[in-house]
């Protein structure tokens, strides 16, 4: 076919194809934040108050005046008087003065005259009183029960100094208030959902999921429940590509099996266009002369069809177009190149509509274990299944090419990975790092 004559590398015809995808304006839903993993952020979020909102400590110990323990080591320890435990979950009711301390835990809040804590391991109780920490007795004293009351002969010998500061928290170290948090595009990983239970929020806007419509063409394509005669063939790919829309964040919905009729597969493509916000079409774009999806994209709206072909293995007759504001892609019949072409177009597209900041994907260094022959020109990507690797000082991972034709689905399930061939190489040489791009 003419469109042929021209064949794009993957990474412009993906520029090209995005760039006729106006900046979307994001629809956007409330949810909880709970249930907001993996949900690309509407909206900047802002911290409301600081966090901490109160210094605390970061160990068990003792809380002091910093100045009150330099110089102090096991020869010649600092003597502190004890004044009070700081009560777990409230506002210490004491303050320290010079050469006091009191006993704290591990997330108590810093009482007023402290700028430090010394850790137990480096203290030691002289007298009776409180308790010592380290011993964890459930016993309480008189005076520990009334921190204000303490009993006058308790003292901590300190073995170590302390630097201002020293095992504390101060308030807004981790969040100042006002300063952003999650900037809008954000994936929410646990991370973000823990930073934002930590400031009280509990709910937020998040990205409407984009609705990805799939249509199946063939009258030799069955569904995976029937049993195929010869010549027949179960459908895989809306379920392979459904499974990646749902991976990428959008919504996968499947519109069956078209027949191989101009006029169903324009109708069915016009109605799922119409209700979804990207429409995938598979089976149609091989360069023969039954092929019908390029027609059925230019006949959907302007501009049509821009790319039909290109310059890789597997997936040369990919098509991209875009109808009236949506995109709509044109995938091989075959199960590997149409879920390899996938994760190249697919999955960039419901990134932009999601609204997602770039981020990096997920990727390992490995030793190819072959020699893998490529064409000058024209960019490959292989299937490799990862090994440990133990000895080597250079990586930790083999990759193992998994030879198979572009039709046989379990070559990528064996796999964990693909290895991208440049097209300015003519192949690569066993032994060579490479990077595996993660499924």
Request: include cysteine; hydrophobic fraction near 45%.
């Amino acid at each position: 076919m003419p469109e042929f004559l021209t064949l794009l590398p993957p990474d412009q015809a993906r520029e090209k194809l995005l760039s006729h995808l106006a900046a979307p304006t994001i629809d956007s839903e409330p949810l909880d934040v709970a249930q907001a993993l993996n949900r690309i952020a509407a909206a900047d979020i802002f911290a409301p108050h600081p966090l901490p909102d109160f210094p605390r400590t970061t160990v068990d110990g003792y809380a002091v005046c910093a100045r009150d323990t330099f110089g102090a080591s096991d020869t010649l320890p600092a003597y502190l008087k004890l004044v009070g435990e700081v009560p777990m979950g409230d506002t210490p009711t004491f303050e320290l003065g010079a050469g006091q301390c009191a006993l704290i835990h591990t997330g108590g809040m810093i009482p007023n005259g402290a700028d430090a804590v010394v850790m137990v391991e480096y203290t030691q109780m002289v007298g009776a009183g409180l308790p010592d920490v380290r011993a964890g007795l459930l016993e309480l004293t008189d005076a520990s029960l009334n921190p204000e009351r303490p009993a006058p002969t308790t003292e901590i010998e300190i073995f170590k100094s302390v630097a201002d500061g020293e095992n504390v928290i101060r308030i807004g170290e981790d969040v100042a208030q006002n300063q952003l948090v999650i900037p809008k595009g954000t994936q929410l990983r646990p991370a973000e959902i823990g930073g934002l239970m930590a400031l009280g929020i509990t709910f937020l806007r998040v990205a409407r999921k984009p609705v990805v419509g799939l249509l199946s063409t063939g009258d030799e394509v069955i569904e995976p429940s029937q049993t195929p005669r010869l010549g027949q063939v179960r459908d895989i790919n809306s379920y392979t590509l459904a499974a990646l829309v749902e991976k990428s964040g959008g919504v996968a919905t499947r519109y069956g099996i078209i027949s191989d009729q101009f006029e169903a597969l324009k109708e069915a493509a016009a109605r799922a266009l119409s209700e979804c916000d990207v429409l995938i079409i598979t089976a149609g774009s091989s360069a023969s002369t039954r092929d019908m999806t390029a027609e059925v994209i230019r006949q959907l709206g302007q501009p049509g069809v821009l790319v039909h072909g290109i310059n890789t293995k597997p997936g040369k007759p990919t098509i991209l177009g875009v109808c009236d504001g949506k995109a709509v892609i044109g995938l091989p019949g075959n199960p590997v190149s149409a879920l390899v072409n996938g994760y190249l177009f697919v999955a960039p597209v419901i990134e932009k509509l999601l609204g997602a900041l770039p981020k990096p994907g997920a990727s390992a260094q490995a030793v190819l274990t072959v020699n893998l022959p490529s064409q000058a020109g024209r960019e490959d990507w292989w299937a490799v299944k990862l090994i440990a690797n133990p000895q080597s000082s250079t990586s930790a991972y083999w990759a193992e090419p998994i030879f198979g034709k572009s039709n046989l689905i379990f070559t990528l399930a064996a796999a964990d990975g693909l290895l991208r061939i440049h097209p300015d190489a003519t192949g690569l040489s066993m032994g060579e790092i490479v990077e595996v791009v993660l499924m």
